[in-house]
């Protein structure tokens, strides 16, 4: 059984194209203001979260509630997502004054974040062929 893509899916993916797309499902998503944006990093923990350190950052406008969309990953292997909610559109992650989220995000396996930034341990993610479908769930501060 093959299912079409969705009408929003099927525009394109983001990002520079190869022969393996990701469909990323983002839930909880507040309102249809400003992106989701999805950063993909590579099977490297000393590269995750860090400046520069990602493959790629894809951004889609948001849909309240839930915001599909399909981007490019280099080849089928294992790679780790940071996904947030720019309400703004100013392409950053805003932060409070004390430095704690001010928008949502989540990450790959819906990795925990009660006590801080995840591992990369928890975020990895095996990408084993084309078109494989993942989801997060956002968290709002």
């Known amino acids: 059984l093959t299912l079409a893509p969705a009408p929003a899916l099927a525009q394109g993916c983001t990002g520079r194209p190869s022969a393996t797309r990701l469909i990323v499902t983002v839930s909880n998503v507040r309102s249809a203001q400003g992106l989701i944006a999805v950063t993909l ?3 490297d923990s000393r590269r995750f979260l860090a400046r520069r350190g990602s493959l790629y950052v894809g951004r889609v406008p948001a849909r309240a509630g839930v915001t599909r969309m399909c981007i490019f990953v280099p ?3 294992t790679y780790g997502l940071a996904v947030y909610h ?3 559109a100013n392409r950053r992650f805003n932060r409070n004054a004390i430095g704690l989220p001010a928008e949502g995000y989540g990450f790959s ?3 925990p974040t009660l006590f801080g930034l995840p ?3 928890s975020v990895r993610l095996a990408v084993p062929r084309d078109g494989f479908q993942t989801s997060v769930r956002l968290r709002y501060p």
């Open 86 to 88: 720019d309400a703004d």
């Open 119 to 121: 591992r990369f341990s």
């Open 109 to 111: 396996n819906d990795a």
């Open 75 to 77: 080849a089928p292997g």
């Open 41 to 43: 990093y590579a099977d």
